[in-house]
């Protein structure tokens, strides 16, 4: 004997996995993966650029270099250092002080630039012993860029971008099993077996376990196609990145609360649609919703705003979540977050359950017309 | 003398009435023996959705009383129960036998003991070859069979089955209707609601007939088809001579549905004596023109809408 729960998890879970369209989403992260590799294997053919770095200080001009080259595979490019390279000029006028002054065609973007003044800023800031304030001149940090900190919080932005397509692709499943059932009043068999919590929850669990399986196997591919390629290049290092066991288990916690959240979201506006048509219409506000999250998230890592208080809207909160740096939340924060979204996805997922039963609601619910 | 037959449902003073009005029930009272085929008659919106989902504890009465199996409500009886919902809806992409497994197993079968179960029903009504067929694969009959199949697969005692008849061609309805006699032989107790009436004379032992949310007959269907009037629905532009004619013979005229034309539809309801040749005899002397003429067929039918007119008058009356 299996718990109702169970046993249709079980039936909602074999059902998608037997369609088609299912092993076409399933091929979307090994394809992007390997097209992604095939791309930096092509940028990487290019011949090296040569760089001259110029420094009355051996140790700022060595620095330089190993931020260069840091900087450089971010863009898809490699450098070697020559003294008849495209210049980077960099002087130390006072104690404190560093200009950096790249030739007007220096072949690296601003994220790049800013990239190389950031880190000659914290070598320096660790030899300065006396305290005094240290200024680079020349690149002007924005306050949170997706690259800053290279592989890592590009790998942040990538799983942000693959919670937010999951997400959205479950959600629509969801809501069709759920209308599909009610409009064929099929769940009043489910209902008569069943209590509504129990459908709910084997029907989220089922399609959880789907949109997980996918999400797996597009990491999954991305970690073995990491293993196969060299380790230098901008595309590698992220999918290197999305296979540390803290980064994947930190994403993981997150996307659990977030598909509890829009998840219960989702079974609620399905069991108050009538059928397909006014479903799709419900979900409407609940889709622009994510919409927007998305775009927050894409604003936040573009350094276009910062306010953290976004941070604290269910709704945007697992994205941001994803988008902020470990480092830059204390655990107390985090754990702050995690509580607030476990806690909201309680309350919407106890509303769904009310929607979910017919013993509170009226003949309309489940149609008056077909009532005999 | 043998025992009564046991009551496997029991239902007295049922009502549920909903916001908007439409769709309640307002005094529903029947009982369910053991080893009976139960019709369960009435128009659309009588309120025979809403008698099963009370009965099922998918709606909360709002009055009345529920008996299973000789004991109130509770979940647990609900497990004897296989209940055929009016719109089916197998989910296309699985297979025959996991579609009736798998009810099986949410009624608490093993998983081993519902697999049995379902390759056996399936055998049984000839579907066992196609039992790894998907449901989407099936045609409609064959696809309702399976839904049947998966109301019976737990073994229920009692069978509530919503128009199980619905789109289904006569040799599939035939089929069904033998599944649940094999059932009734089993000392199953089965309560189907339906629109068709021949089906429910051919094989319903027992009616209960709903009207405008009321049991308006209870008991064996050859008394309930003994209630049907005598006489015949006339197509006529003279309603007077009509009438005239009929209360000459000792009956009266009812109308049936608004006029088409000049010609309207009436109910000429005779007494058992007079033959049709004789209403048609007194019509002609009066020279009423006949557009059409319909003998009123004995049997459940005929009893529902003569039971049904006289309850929405003493309605209105009261």
Not at chain 1, 331 to 351: D, E, H, I, N, P
Not at chain 2, 140 to 165: F, I
Request: net charge positive; charged share 15%.
């Amino acid at each position: 004997m299996s718990s109702p729960v169970w046993l249709i998890a079980e039936r909602e879970f074999r059902t998608y996995v037997a369609t088609l369209s299912f092993w076409a989403a399933l091929a979307i992260g090994p394809l992007a993966a390997g097209g992604l590799l095939l791309v930096q294997g092509a940028h990487q053919i290019s011949p090296p650029i040569a760089i001259a770095v110029t420094s009355t200080d051996a140790g700022l001009a060595h620095a330089a270099q190993a931020a260069l080259k840091e900087a450089a595979s971010l863009d898809g490019r490699d450098f070697t250092f020559s003294d008849n390279g495209v210049r980077l000029a960099i002087a130390a006028p006072a104690r404190g002080i560093i200009d950096l002054r790249f030739q007007s065609d220096f072949p690296l973007s601003a994220t790049g630039r800013a990239l190389v003044a950031r880190t000659l800023e914290r070598d320096a800031a660790r030899r300065i012993s006396d305290g005094a304030v240290l200024t680079v001149h020349q690149a002007e940090l924005p306050s949170a860029l997706p690259l800053r900190r290279g592989p890592a919080d590009a790998a942040h932005f990538v799983l942000m971008a693959m919670l937010w397509l999951t997400l959205t692709g479950s959600l629509g499943m969801l809501l069709q099993t759920v209308v599909r059932e009610r409009a064929t009043r099929s769940l009043e068999s489910l209902l008569a077996a069943a209590a509504p919590w129990q459908i709910m929850t084997g029907k989220l669990a089922g399609i959880w376990g789907v949109s997980l399986l996918v999400l797996a196997a597009w990491i999954g591919s991305s970690g073995t196609l990491a293993l196969f390629v060299p380790k230098t290049g901008f595309a590698p290092a992220i999918m290197t990145e999305l296979t540390r066991p803290g980064l994947l288990l930190h994403a993981a916690a997150i996307y659990c609360l977030a598909y509890a959240f829009y998840g219960s979201a989702t079974v609620a506006i399905g069991a108050m649609a009538r059928d397909s048509a006014s479903a799709q219409n419900l979900s409407r506000p609940m889709f622009v919703l994510l919409m927007a999250a998305f775009f927050t998230a894409l604003a936040l890592a573009m350094g276009a705003i910062s306010p953290s208080w976004l941070l604290y809207l269910p709704p945007l909160t697992p994205f941001l979540l994803l988008i902020y740096p470990a480092d830059a939340l204390s655990w107390t924060t985090q754990l702050s977050l995690f509580v607030l979204m476990a806690g909201a996805s309680f309350l919407v997922a106890c509303f769904a359950a009310s929607r979910f039963s017919l013993r509170e609601s009226s003949v309309g619910h489940f149609g008056a017309k077909a009532v005999g | 003398m043998p025992a009564a037959p046991v009551d496997l449902l029991k239902v007295t003073g049922l009502a549920k009435h909903f916001r908007g009005g439409g769709g309640g029930i307002n005094n529903v009272s029947f009982s369910v023996p053991a080893g009976s085929v139960t019709g369960f008659i009435g128009v659309n919106g009588a309120g025979k959705s809403t008698t099963l989902r009370c009965v099922l504890g998918l709606l909360k009465p709002d009055a009345g009383n529920i008996r299973l199996f000789g004991a109130p409500f509770s979940l647990t009886a609900r497990r004897h129960i296989g209940f055929l919902p009016e719109e089916r809806g197998l989910f296309p992409h699985e297979p025959a036998r996991d579609a009736i497994a798998f009810h099986g197993r949410l009624k608490g079968m093993s998983r081993q003991a519902a697999f049995a179960a379902a390759d056996r029903l399936l055998e049984r009504v000839g579907l066992g070859a196609r039992k790894n067929d998907r449901i989407a694969a099936l045609s409609k009959g064959n696809a309702q069979r399976v839904q049947v199949l998966a109301a019976m697969v737990h073994d229920p005692e009692l069978l509530l089955l919503d128009e199980p008849l619905s789109g289904l061609d006569l040799i599939a309805q035939s089929e069904l209707l033998l599944l649940l006699a094999e059932f009734r032989a089993q000392g199953g107790g089965v309560l189907f609601s339906t629109h068709s009436m021949s089906a429910a004379e051919a094989i319903c032992d027992r009616v209960v007939m709903l009207s405008e949310g009321r049991t308006i007959f209870e008991g064996a269907a050859p008394d309930a088809s003994a209630l049907a009037p005598h006489g015949a629905i006339v197509v006529t532009t003279d309603a007077e001579g009509l009438g005239a004619a009929a209360q000459l013979l000792g009956g009266q005229i009812v109308p049936v549905a608004d006029a088409k034309g000049e010609a309207a539809r009436w109910r000429v309801v005779l007494p058992r004596e007079i033959t049709h040749p004789v209403l048609i005899r007194a019509l002609a002397e009066r020279k009423v023109p006949i557009f059409a003429f319909e003998p009123i067929k004995p049997g459940l039918e005929g009893a529902f809408w003569h039971l049904a007119r006289h309850e929405a008058m003493e309605s209105r009356a009261a």
